[in-house]
Nanobody
Framework: VQLQASGGGLVQAGGSLRLSCAASGTAFSIRFMAWYRQDPGKQRELVASITSGGSTNYADSVKGRFTVSRDNAKNTVYLQMNGLKPEDTAVYYC?????WGQGTLVTVSS
């Protein structure tokens, strides 16, 4: 499978962005999918995940602001990010084990 992430960009604090991760290949609907992020000099951290059944999990730092969802018909997983903060600035990666997407940069200005 290949993963193609998109939707990053520059946004002011308090703004919103929606990231998309399109998967090629088969069996997307049964895949566990996740979003990670990495700031330079820091470890990659889990932001949100979603199981094949739609169960979700979030990092404490994004709970109530970010929403992960999936559209199995489109082989795509989304990350809706609202109430963005400067500390959300990072490269965001989608992950469908064992494959990583290429990353998309999110920059939040204060």
């Amino acid at each position: 499978v290949q993963l193609q992430a998109s939707g990053g960009g520059l946004v002011q604090a308090g703004g919103s962005l929606r990231l998309s991760c399109a998967a090629s290949g088969t069996a997307f609907s049964i895949r566990f999918m996740a979003w990670y992020r990495q700031d330079p000099g820091k470890q990659r951290e889990l932001v949100a995940s979603i199981t094949s059944g739609g169960s979700t999990n979030y990092a404490d730092s994004v709970k109530g602001r970010f929403t992960v969802s999936r559209d199995n018909a489109k082989n795509t997983v989304y990350l809706q990010m609202n109430g963005l903060k400067p500390e959300d600035t990072a490269v965001y990666y989608c992950y469908g084990p064992p494959t990583w997407g290429q990353g998309t940069l999110v920059t939040v200005s204060s």
